[in-house]
Nanobody, 119 residues
Framework: VQLQASGGGLVQAGGSLRLSCAAS????????MAWFRHSPGKEREIVAT????????DYADSVKGRFTISRDNAKNTVYLQMNNLIPEDTAVYYC?????????????WGQGTQVTVSS
């Protein structure tokens, strides 16, 4: 199983980025997906989740109204559209997949993509 995250980079505050996570080696349409982020000195934070159908989506309060998670099961890809970025969004962003929607633990993790927001 491989989750390949991409789309990170350096952006000025107020700007936008779109992260992608391409999955392979699993039945993507059966998996619940999430984006996490981790920055130095802070605990890992779950940013957004989307269930296997795309019908249930949740966001961390810190990104509500600015970030949008979506998925394309035909392309085995989950996305995170990030708008109105602020310096506090600077982190390594990871995608993750879990089969059991009720479970806490995620089964598979991507390698992470760095997002840096300058003020």
């Amino acid at each position: 199983v491989q989750l390949q995250a991409s789309g990170g980079g350096l952006v000025q505050a107020g700007g936008s980025l779109r992260l992608s996570c391409a999955a392979s080696g699993l039945t993507f349409s059966s998996y619940n997906m999430a984006w996490f982020r981790h920055s130095p000195g802070k605990e890992r934070e779950i940013v957004a989740t989307i269930n296997w159908t795309g019908g249930r989506i949740d966001y961390a309060d810190s990104v509500k109204g600015r970030f949008t998670i979506s998925r394309d099961n035909a392309k085995n890809t989950v996305y995170l559209q990030m708008n109105n970025l602020i310096p506090e969004d600077t982190a390594v962003y990871y995608c993750a997949a879990k089969y059991d929607a009720r479970g806490v633990k995620y089964d598979y993790w991507g390698q992470g993509t760095q997002v840096t927001v300058s003020s």
